[in-house]
Each structure stands twice: as C-alpha cells, then as structure tokens.
DNA sequence: CCTGAAACCTGTCTGC
DNA sequence: TGCAGACAGGTTTCAG
C-alpha cells in the first residue's frame, strides 16, 4: 500500500499521537503476539522473547518505505508493502481488524498492531538496523540528494526511468502513484530511457518529485481504496487512476499502459519519448 | 547490467 | 446470484 508519504504519516502519527492513535515513544515493551509466521522477517521468535521484554520506544522514525521504532537497544523495523496498516489499541479493546499478523504489546497495556491482509509485509528486530537498509538509495526530500549527484546517478545506469524511479536502491520511498505523478509534472514519457534524461529536465523530474511527495505528506497520503484511510491526496492526483479523464495541464485524456508489469498513467501530449 | 515473468497473498470489482 | 478473471499503493528471485 504505502509509500513515502503514507509511511510518513504513520511515523508522525505514532511519534506524536494524533486522534485515534496514541503516541509511542517511552512506552515499555511487555512482549509481542505473531499471528502470521512469515511476518517477522528477523530474528528468530525465541530470539524476540529475550530481547524485547523491557526495551523502551526511544524514537519512531522512517527511511524510505520502513518505518522504524528505535528501542532502547534494538531497532523494530516495519514495511507495510501492499496492505499493511498500523493501529494503536488497547489490551483487552474488541479491535475490528480482521487481519492482525502482528502487535507489540506495551507494559501499560497498550498495544501496536500491525494488521496486513495480503501477508506481504515484514518486520525485523535488529541491534544493527543498518543490515535491513543498507541497500537503499538516497532520501528523495534530503537536501543532500543535490541535482547534479541526482542527474549523475540517473546518467549512471541505463533503464526505463518509471522502473529505475521505482528502484528503492536508486531512489528510497517512491512507489507506483508517485512516480507516475511526478513523470508527469516533469513532463517525461516513463518508457524514457535514464540516460538520456539532460541535466536540465533531470533537475525537473527532482523537483517534482519533491514537490508530489510533499504534497503527499501534507495531505496525509493518499487513499484509494479499502486499505488505507486518512488520507487527502488522491483527490489531488494528476493522471494516477485517471485514465479516459482529461490531463489537468492540456485537457488531453488521460492513458494507461503497462511498464515494467506496473499499471501506468500518461497524458500522451504532456509527456512525449 | 537490463528486462520480463513469477511468486508471495487476500480482497474488490467487472463482465458474462 | 454466481463465478472467472483482472487488478491492486511492493519486493525478491530467477531465466534469458
């Protein structure tokens, strides 16, 4: 489901609590209930039952599409993937999630409950978390992610730039919705090729995309359909789910098309090869 | 190194 | 109403 902005949302909201959600940091972890085996990536179960008992919510924080949850010695690292939603709770609460694969359960008798129908997302414990996202790319809205490092990167490898853009080891936090959203402000056809983007058009396509992603995380992400609620920003989408409708920019219709098996959304007059 | 296909899963929607 | 098929915000792995 999520990607940067939606995760972000999700940080901000158990880092400061908001309505309906209580905030976690200098909560004291009780324990943990896994629903679905496949759910925690790492370490082993029996590893869990030693290390978490008594650990702290230092910070909640995210890279890329992790969410992370600093404890006192280890780090809890959550993906969301294609489903997956964090609630906050309390024990005992008749909660209406049907799909709880995982919680963690605080010592005040509160809870965190990762609920994921699809089963796609993970969790890791880990001392180190750098193990988990050392393979990722840049943070897009870091200002040390310069246009010229950017452009580089891009000039760098030679791939089709809608696929290259979903790469979280080229770029963290893009998914489907954005990238096609911020082809289209950078007004680039997304069967481009990466190399042969110009320097100019690729300051463009990086400052689209910081601009999509802030939007997004302003309106609190997006929500599309039954798997994530809260947000604002669908009703703000350029061409994403748009198909047959008119282009905001030129009033051309709106295509869909496929690449790299992803579904894609073009206005074929604003973004030519 | 690059691409496409398949796998991992469940829920929703569309068309017959 | 029922049912098959397509599709879904992601990532990994494998074949060519």
């Not at 999520?2 to 940080?11: A, G, K, M, R």
């Not at 789910?241 to 009033?251: A, D």
């Amino acid at each position: 489901m999520p990607e940067l902005p939606e995760v972000e949302t999700f940080t901000r909201n158990l880092r400061e609590g908001t309505a309906g959600c209580f905030a976690l940091p200098g909560r004291i972890v009780r324990g943990y209930r896994l629903h679905w085996r496949k759910t925690l990536a790492s370490p082993e179960p029996q590893q869990l039952d030693e290390w978490l008992p008594g650990q702290k919510v230092v910070a909640v924080k995210r890279r890329g599409k992790f969410l992370m949850l600093e404890l006192t010695a280890y780090t809890m690292l959550f993906h969301l993937r294609m489903s997956g939603d964090l609630v906050t709770a309390v024990l005992g609460d008749d909660v209406a999630f049907k799909h709880i694969r995982f919680e963690l359960i605080f010592k005040d008798g509160s809870r965190l409950i990762f609920n994921d129908p699809r089963k796609f997302g993970r969790v890791w414990v880990t001392p180190d978390p750098g193990e988990v996202l050392s393979r990722l790319g840049p943070e897009p809205l870091d200002a040390s992610l310069t246009p010229a490092e950017f452009y580089s990167r891009l000039q760098g490898r030679k791939r089709v730039i809608k696929s290259l853009l979903l790469d979280q080891g080229f770029i963290a936090g893009l998914g489907n919705i954005y990238t096609d959203e911020a082809l289209h402000l950078a007004g680039i056809h997304p069967q481009t090729s990466s190399h042969s983007i110009k320097a100019r058009a690729a300051g463009c396509l990086l400052e689209a995309i910081r601009m999509v992603l802030s939007e997004g995380i302003a309106r609190n992400g997006a929500s599309i359909d039954w798997v994530y609620r809260g947000g604002e920003y669908q009703n703000n989408f350029r061409v994403y789910g748009r198909q047959g409708m008119p282009c905001p920019v030129c009033g051309t219709h709106i295509q869909r098309m496929l690449v790299g098996q992803r579904g894609t959304h073009i206005c074929p007059q604003c973004q030519k090869k």
